[in-house]
């Protein structure tokens, strides 16, 4: 008869047993032990995971679900340590079920560059081609942590050289009309991320993490202090410093709760219960009101909060405010880049060739 384990009242999984300090899962057949941390929610996760009755152990389905428990713990740390935003993480979250029931059964290094492809094109015969390119995205990134690790066999990465389903770009521009059309609608949550993305030019996903730590006092060069929106952003972790004029300073205003200046962890964009929002779920609430619109006829197309950032890149442009400005307000690495961005969105009017031609 065994011996009582004596990490039994930690509610631990089969096989996962708690040694100095450390949890340890021990491996049936082989009877090794592995070092699984000293995290007890993080023992519980990967131990119920060994512990699949499905046999997943090792299979594709296995390191997808390791790789998105590393990235949970990854949420929010710098870039320098492979840190990744809370949005990136849903994204990877909500593709590995797809990718899962694809792919799952497989072992990592069964996967070939032919399957990937196979997966693209079933998502584009399911009119989800985009989806897919975002799941695929999302499999390059499991099988690139894999490859950092000896134990999943994998040599190269399937998806490199894998052309993704072709993409219509984003080059909606939301006219004044428009735009004053839903901000009537909207509530005051939305009102504000749709003034700070319009002014800022940031990502909503960035904007809606800002609280009273983000709005600081900063001495420039020439000795002068100016207040700014110090902005961390979260695709290209730069930090951009965005002066607060009066337009901006009449929308923190309304920010604020009442007269009260914000306080320290209160979000700019909440929810009556004061709690931050959710990318997907603020930006639920725009998109029925949106394709209510669209429903009723008041307006032609949709558009979400993205488009709104190139609404405003593109205003700026055309007040012929200096595309470097833009650039680093977009955090586009080039001024070409910022260039066809905003003019993707621009649909002017021009006259046609008036040149005359000789007599025929």
Known sequence: MGRKRKSGDLGLPPRVYLKHGAFYYVHPGT???ERIGTDIVEAKRRGNLYNDPAGEYGTVAYWLGMFIVDCQ???????????????????YANAAKPLTA?????????????????YLDAGAQADRAVRANREKACLSAAFTWMMRRSEAGVAANPCFGIARNPEQKRDRYVDHDEYALIYGRASKPERILMDLIYRTLQRPEDIITWTAANLINKREA??????????????????VDIRIPPEIETILAR???GDAMLGPGLHLVRTRKGEAYTYDGISAMLRRRVYKAVKEGALAEPFGFYDLKGKGA?????????????????????????????KARWRGTVSPNKTALPAV
Request: aromatic share 8%.
């Open 222 to 239: 020439d000795g002068t202090v100016q207040r700014v929106i110090r902005n961390r952003q979260a695709k290209t972790d730069q930090v």
């Open 255 to 257: 920010a604020a709760p």
């Open 102 to 118: 694809f792919f799952g059964k497989m072992l990592p290094h069964q996967v070939q560059g032919y399957h990937v492809a196979q």
């Open 73 to 91: 713990k990854r949420i929010g740390l710098p870039k320098v340590r492979r840190g990744i935003a809370q949005r990136t993480y849903d994204d």
């Open 31 to 33: 009877g090794k032990w």
């Open 314 to 342: 593109t205003d700026m442009w055309l007040a012929k405010v200096p595309l470097t400005d833009i650039q680093v307000l977009c955090g586009h690495e080039s001024v070409r880049t910022t260039e066809i961005y905003v």
